[in-house]
């Protein structure tokens, strides 16, 4: 259903293509990398705060039942 909103079913191979190439022209090849290691930074530490939340309620819940 959201795939039908964002026209991707319908873009094809060519469609990825045209965009790879206009991020490429905008970027660089050099700014590429960059960009998706701090992304990647970013979801680690997204990650690591949402298991440290999920232990400190766990945590919470045990010290209830005490």
Same mark, same amino acid.
Not at 24 to 29: D, E, K, Q
Not at 41 to 50: I, M, W, Y
């Given at each position: 259903m959201m795939l039908d909103l964002l /026209? =991707?079913?319908k873009m094809g191979i060519w469609g990825f293509v045209l965009i790879l190439v206009i991020v %490429? %022209? %905008? /970027?660089?090849?050099k700014k590429?990398?960059?960009m998706m290691k701090g992304l990647g *930074?970013? =979801? *680690?530490? /997204? *990650?690591?705060?949402?298991n440290e939340n999920k232990s400190n309620d766990t945590s919470s819940d045990e010290v209830e039942k005490k």
């Open positions: /026209f =991707v079913n %490429l %022209l %905008l /970027f660089g090849g590429i990398p960059e *930074k970013g =979801v *680690k530490e /997204f *990650k690591d705060a949402s």
